[in-house]
């Protein structure tokens, strides 16, 4: 509904005009992506993850010995300023319903799990594999340096293990990871850089009612008016047309809803 998400929407549209981004992005999946870069002369930036440059590197460079990679995070916008969108500060919410978890001593028994899970020793067990000394990981002035047998950390630590971590290394002590290449080392310089420009969703902790029940719905609205705008299927009196629809089947009730939540707060 604001003029900045249409001149967004225009700058998109021009680059997909233009050929400049990938034609089919709405329906090519993340993996397809990144085999856009790894296998050479299909795309020459990725946006996602900069942790992501070291499969990104690891795969394309065993196609193409001479590939190079970088990352960056400072993607100015059209007043010169940088911004991030910030994740909600939470991830892996976890839920004790009544129905599985009948007694008190009972929550207080999985309470007590989770805060083994976020010791120091547990949470490197979790997280970097059970083994230092070169089976899973090696210590580096303090950081820890996975093995480059990628596939074993597959089989043996990330899938099975790895999801499980309960924080992070700010928060249950965890070493920090040392990396070999270059850019993945600079990712995580530039990780601790974001958070100087980080734009939160001041809807995070508010609650309504409308958008619990109707979210799915409600995003799909937009996603599809934007796509198919910048795709060119749409002009703006279409993408007006899409907000219209969207306020009339619950948007503006979400709007009111969040706005009296905030009052409440």
């Not at 978890?101 to 929550?107: C, D, R």
């Amino acid at each position: 509904m604001f003029p900045a998400y249409k001149e967004t929407l225009q700058f998109m549209r021009q680059l997909h005009e233009k050929g400049y981004i990938n034609q089919d992005f709405p329906v090519t999946s993340k993996p397809d992506q990144q085999d856009m870069i790894k296998s050479g002369g299909k795309a020459g930036a990725y946006i996602g993850c900069m942790c992501d440059v070291s499969a990104l590197y690891s795969d394309g460079v065993a196609i193409n010995p001479e590939m190079e990679l970088d990352v960056h995070n400072q993607i100015k916008g059209p007043h010169g300023e940088y911004q991030i969108w910030s994740i909600p500060g939470y991830n892996h919410p976890y839920f004790f319903p009544k129905s599985s978890v009948e007694t008190e001593e009972e929550l207080k028994t999985i309470l007590a799990f989770f805060d083994k899970m976020m010791e120091p020793e547990v949470a490197n067990i979790v997280y970097w594999g059970g083994i230092e000394g070169g089976e899973h990981y090696t210590l580096e002035n303090g950081r820890a340096l996975a093995i480059e047998d990628s596939g074993k950390l597959e089989r043996e630590v990330i899938p099975p293990y790895q999801t499980l971590e309960i924080g992070e290394s700010d928060t249950n002590g965890r070493y920090e990871g040392a990396f070999p290449l270059e850019a993945r080392e600079k990712a995580e310089a530039l990780f601790k850089d974001n958070e100087k420009y980080i734009i939160k969703n001041p809807t995070v902790t508010l609650d309504s009612a409308t958008f619990d029940l109707k979210s799915e719905e409600l995003n799909t609205m937009i996603t599809d008016a934007t796509f198919n705008y910048i795709l060119g299927e749409i002009d703006e009196e279409g993408f007006d047309q899409a907000i219209a629809d969207w306020k009339a089947a619950g948007g503006d009730d979400v709007i009111m809803e969040y706005n009296q939540a905030n009052l409440e707060n």
